[in-house]
């Protein structure tokens, strides 16, 4: 899904206008992004549909980092992650970082419903991409991604929140925190 304009400015979030979400593979940052752009009128940004291209070809890195460096420029903006490749882009120009930190039990859960979803059903994914059987257990596996990557990338939520020189992290543990903690912006801003 391609960004929307930068929504007027306004107060959104305790007066956040850059947002990052963050978190493990699986844990739901798109549909939280989702929620959240629909919350504040910030256009939010599909990072997968930015850096993958039809047939699973990914955009070269210094071609994403420029994109991305263009986008948060920009007044407001919402990620729904951030690559290894730039994420020190967003993370010096966001006014929040919102962080699902998950249990590996959760993200995994949700990530093989999804992925058995698109492969049983066809749903496609960013471009018109379709995942397969054989995708899905080979060396490129989102799955593998998955066991690969949780534990660094839980590890830099952590790191994150810790660092009194980045932007305010807000650490979700679970998605019934992540619901009451939606619920509790929508009260504000509504």
Known sequence: MPDAPPAAPGPVLGGARRILVYGVTGSGKSTLARQLSDLTGIGWTDVDHECWRPGWVQVPAPEQRRFFEDVCARPAWLLDTAY?????????????????DYPRWVSLARLVRRTTGRVVLRRRACHGNLESLGRTVGQDSILRWH????DR???RIREMAADPLGPPVVRLSSPRE?????????????
């Open 84 to 100: 290894g490749t730039w994420r020190d882009v967003p993370l010096a120009r966001a006014d929040l970082v919102v962080a699902l």
């Open 147 to 150: 066991v690969r990557s949780f």
């Open 153 to 155: 990338k839980r590890a």
């Open 178 to 190: 992540t619901a009451r903690w939606l619920a509790r912006q929508r009260e504000r801003l509504g």
